[in-house]
T-cell receptor, first 116, second 109 residues
Framework: DAGVTQSPTHLIKTRGQQVTLRCSPKSGHDTVSWYQQALGQGPQFIFQYYEEEERQRGNFPDRFSGHQFPNYSSELNVNALLLGDSALYLC???????????????FGPGTRLTVL | QKEVEQNSGPLSVPEGAIASLNCTYSDRGSQSFFWYRQYSGKSPELIMFIYSNGDKEDGRFTAQLNKASQYVSLLIRDSQPSDSATYLCAVSPSNDMRFGAGTRLTVKP
């Protein structure tokens, strides 16, 4: 049973560029959440997708956008990159059920983004 | 005031001892609470979740929740060197999840 996968593993971009990160959820999961983790900090919630819709959004600017596909996979897009966007971007998948999504959340290995 | 606060550590305990990790949160509307473990260079892994006041035990781990004091803790009994990691407390007041910065735990053989 494949877990959550993310691509690419590492990425280097320059300021002002745009980036797309990809995530495939764990088999059987239908919800994808994206997080940003700066060095020495905990993950910060960016947004969550369920049924191809953005269901909840954290305190991130509109430069951060996403998409969920019918097969539940997801993309995170960041436009006009800033130096401060350098971080580990984590995708987490979960299953919306009677108990909610939170206690079934599995994280992927992350994408390390460096903005120069 | 941060939404979720943890002592950054490092917390060092000898092998076999009890490690006690603490977390306070600011949003009284929070309903669910989580502990994640994150090894260096790896992604977070869910250890336990707790929704009701009191204790919840799972193997060597016990989560304790006191909503009146806005406090949640994690006890690790019989600590092993393999428990050395950063422990993240997460709180969910609505449909998102808010993490603390984590406490780094070192278990010395």
């Amino acid at each position: 049973d494949a877990g959550v996968t993310q691509s690419p593993t590492h990425l280097i971009k320059t300021r002002g560029q745009q980036v797309t990160l990809r995530c495939s959820p764990k088999s059987g999961h239908d919800t994808v959440s994206w997080y940003q983790q700066a060095l020495g900090q905990g993950p910060q919630f960016i947004f969550q997708y369920y049924e191809e819709e953005e269901r909840q959004r954290g305190n991130f600017p509109d430069r951060f956008s996403g998409h969920q596909f019918p097969n539940y996979s997801s993309e995170l897009n960041v436009n006009a990159l800033l130096l401060g966007d350098s971080a580990l971007y984590l995708c987490a998948s979960s299953l919306v059920g009677t108990s909610g999504w939170k206690d079934t959340q599995y994280f992927g290995p992350g994408t390390r983004l460096t903005v120069l | 005031q941060k939404e979720v606060e943890q002592n950054s550590g490092p917390l060092s305990v000898p092998e076999g001892a009890i490690a006690s990790l603490n977390c306070t949160y600011s949003d009284r509307g929070s309903q669910s609470f989580f502990w994640y473990r994150q090894y260096s260079g790896k992604s977070p892994e869910l250890i336990m979740f707790i929704y009701s006041n009191g204790d919840k035990e799972d193997g060597r781990f016990t989560a304790q929740l006191n909503k009146a004091s806005q406090y949640v803790s994690l006890l690790i009994r019989d600590s092993q060197p393999s428990d050395s990691a950063t422990y993240l407390c997460a709180v969910s007041p609505s449909n998102d999840m808010r993490f603390g910065a984590g406490t780094r735990l070192t278990v010395k053989p």
